[in-house]
């Protein structure tokens, strides 16, 4: 049994030599990051720090104490949005559904303090299954977005969405289609733009919308730009962002973060 034993973890060292020597290396990951399809063993201190945990916690608050799993996300929208504060401009997301993201900004960055308004623009009827493109049918996106509905997973009450953001006065619930309703919104300068629509369509067209209207320094934050089975948006943002002459920065989160 005792050689058995020292075979085996000879075996293990040497499979282990031969991995190093390829340029792979494996770690221990107990007690690190591993959720929302990021799996890393790096540093999450940001998860403990209590300014976090207070916004984390408000954005639980917005999902009716439904914990979507999502820390590191919420850390990048967090930080994109106090990035944003630096330059003069408005906050605006398209694509709310409960409000966990903008919830969580709102409660972290003091919002009642900033003198902006942060406008949230959403259907709060699910997506628009009409705007799903050829390609996104074939790569199943329709069918999730019908699956989800049915789940009843996206909010259509818009009482509730109007009850959770009532404590902050500068904010304006848009009920309406992007980019249908956009244009009958009185838009100043902008200075953070969250997309988060499920669909290639509203996205481009928001970003083509929006983009001139950005604050030079201004972020966009893009909730699904390299998140797995969305390569029809992260194709349409890429085709947008070559046309402005600008770059997106992939994130592991599944994000994509564009710097005016």
Request: hydrophobic share 40%.
């Amino acid at each position: 049994m005792a050689e058995t034993s020292t075979g085996g973890h000879l075996l293990k060292r040497k499979l282990k030599g031969l991995l190093r020597r390829a340029g792979y290396e494996l770690f221990r990951t107990r007690g690190r990051y591993a959720e929302d399809g990021l799996l890393t063993i790096h540093n999450d201190h940001f998860r403990s720090d209590p300014r976090f945990r207070s916004a984390y916690e408000r954005g639980i608050q917005a999902s009716a104490e439904v914990d979507p799993h999502f820390e590191w996300r919420t850390h990048v929208a967090l930080w994109a949005a106090r990035t944003a504060l630096r330059v003069p401009g408005d906050f605006v997301e398209c694509g709310v559904n409960a409000g966990f993201i903008s919830s969580a900004i709102m409660h972290g960055l003091s919002w009642g303090q900033t003198g902006r308004r942060f406008y949230l623009i959403d259907t709060f009827a699910g997506p628009d299954l009409r705007q799903f493109s050829g390609a996104e049918i074939q790569r199943g996106r329709l069918r999730i977005a019908q699956d989800a509905l049915a789940a009843g997973a996206y909010v259509t009450d818009i009482e509730r969405i109007e009850q959770n953001f009532a404590e902050w006065s500068n904010v304006e619930v848009v009920r309406g289609l992007v980019p249908d309703v956009l244009a009958g919104v009185s838009f100043g300068p902008v200075a953070f733009l969250h997309l988060d629509l499920n669909c290639a369509l509203p996205e481009r067209e928001a970003l083509q919308f929006f983009w001139n209207r950005i604050t030079p320094g201004g972020i966009v934050l893009l909730d699904d730009y390299a998140y797995y089975g969305h390569d029809s948006q992260t194709e349409a943002v890429d085709q947008f962002a070559a046309a402005v002459e600008t770059e997106v920065l992939s994130l592991p989160t599944g994000q994509g973060l564009i710097v005016r």
